[in-house]
């Protein structure tokens, strides 16, 4: 964040026109079961998409963040960022991204002061 107020007003005025659009940033590097199309929106890469489908089915099957890990794991599937062994956060990370939901929710907090960068979360 800058201290110059109309930076700050320019980098507002550009997330708000970009959540106005519908444009979510996504980090597709580690964004599992997506890759980013030519218009830059977001195309369902199946294999990986079969990798989520798998984790949330285990997961309604009742089975824990470390045991999902410990089966992805052993079936030699890499992890998003291509790593051999799959933690449970990275499992838990997938389970609660709001974006798989399709219920991404823009502009959780905002900035009350930016001269002083205090921010408050968002009442809705």
């Given at each position: 964040m800058t201290d110059n107020p109309r930076a700050a007003e320019n980098c507002t005025w550009g997330q708000r026109k970009r959540f106005a659009d519908g444009?979510?940033?996504?980090?597709f590097s580690r964004f599992l079961g997506y890759d980013k199309?030519?218009?830059?929106?977001?195309?369902?890469?199946?294999?990986?998409?079969?990798?989520?489908?798998?984790?949330?089915?285990f997961f309604l099957q009742g089975k824990t963040p470390h045991g999902i890990a410990k089966i992805l794991t052993g079936d030699g599937i890499p992890t998003p960022s291509g790593k051999k062994n799959w933690r449970p956060t990275v499992i838990k990370s997938i389970l609660t991204n709001e974006k798989y939901k399709g219920d991404v929710l823009l502009q959780k907090s905002f900035t009350v002061d930016f001269l002083i960068k205090k921010t408050s979360k968002s009442d809705s």
């Open positions: 444009k979510v940033t996504v980090p199309g030519e218009d830059g929106n977001l195309v369902v890469n199946q294999e990986q998409a079969a990798i989520v489908r798998r984790i949330y089915s």
